[in-house]
């Protein structure tokens, strides 16, 4: 098989899956929305809210939802030893990371397309003329993003203190990832937004991306224990 149809093929599974039960999109977007309610009642003062705050909100609860998404994965496939079967099958390791990774990219896009007209109605901000780059820029972050968390999460599933290093180790590295796309969007949800701002943030996330990417696909073919 292929490692695209290897991926496919193990993406399907986590698809279908989390299709039957539901509890990991359900917690994401439960808890993204938590975030939301409860920063906005915090940093809005009327009609005084700025587009800063509405874009740190957005990358917080995004990011946060993410997170509990990415350990919730790993929990199921620790319970069931799933992760080892998958290892020990004829499937390469990179299609494995890739799976994985388009898996909570997926259930963190659809928690944004739900999320963003919420904090767009409670910090008011503009976004009739600005949606189609907003998406690219969460859907570039949110890649990173993923790709980071199922690089460690993949590492670290049978380590002890898993969850605090896995934490220790994926927030600092994609902490560039989630400034520029925070820049990028504060300056988009300011109503006027520079042309050159906005593709200069969108060029630090495509070149991060790609970083990741080839790094993550690389170094897991060669760290990953069976």
């Given at each position: 098989m292929?490692?695209?149809t290897?991926?496919a093929?193990?993406l399907?599974?986590?698809?279908?899956?989390e299709?039957?039960?539901g509890e990991?999109?359900?917690?994401m977007?439960?808890f993204?929305?938590?975030?939301v309610?409860l920063f906005?009642?915090?940093?809005?003062?009327?009609?005084?809210?700025?587009?800063?705050?509405?874009?740190?909100?957005?990358w917080?609860?995004?990011t946060?939802?993410?997170?509990?998404?990415?350990?919730r994965?790993?929990?199921r496939?620790?319970e069931a030893?799933?992760?080892?079967?998958?290892?020990?099958?004829?499937?390469?390791?990179?299609a494995?990371?890739?799976a994985?990774a388009?898996?909570?990219l997926?259930?963190?896009?659809?928690t944004a397309?739900?999320?963003?007209?919420?904090v767009a109605?409670?910090f008011?901000?503009?976004?009739?003329?600005?949606?189609?780059?907003?998406?690219?820029?969460l859907?570039?972050?949110?890649?990173?993003?993923?790709l980071?968390?199922?690089?460690?999460?993949?590492l670290m599933?049978?380590?002890?203190?898993?969850?605090?290093?896995?934490l220790i180790?994926?927030?600092p590295?994609?902490?560039?990832?989630?400034?520029a796309?925070?820049?990028g969007?504060?300056?988009l949800?300011?109503?006027e937004?520079?042309?050159?701002?906005?593709e200069?943030?969108t060029?630090?996330?495509?070149?991060?991306?790609?970083?990741?990417?080839?790094a993550?696909l690389w170094?897991f073919?060669?760290l990953?224990?069976?």
């Open positions: 292929r490692p695209f290897q991926a093929t193990i399907r599974k986590d698809l279908l899956t299709l039957r039960s990991l999109f359900a917690s977007l439960l993204a929305l938590l975030l309610l906005s009642f915090s940093f809005t003062r009327g009609e005084d809210s700025s587009p800063e705050s509405a874009a740190g909100i957005l917080i609860s995004m946060f939802a993410g997170t509990l998404g990415l350990s994965a790993f929990d496939e620790r030893d799933g992760l080892r079967a998958m290892l020990l099958s004829p499937a390469s390791r990179g494995i990371l890739i994985k388009v898996g909570i997926v259930f963190m896009l659809i397309i739900l999320i963003v007209p919420l109605l409670l008011q901000v503009p976004l009739v003329d600005s949606i189609a780059r907003l998406g690219i820029l859907f570039l972050g949110m890649l990173g993003f993923s980071l968390g199922a690089f460690f999460g993949a599933a049978k380590g002890r203190s898993r969850d605090l290093l896995f180790c994926l927030y590295l994609s902490y560039p990832l989630l400034i796309g925070v820049l969007t504060a300056e949800f300011s109503g937004p520079v042309r050159a701002r906005v200069l943030f060029s630090i996330l495509v070149a991060f991306d790609a970083l990741i990417a080839v993550a170094m073919e060669r990953v224990v069976e």
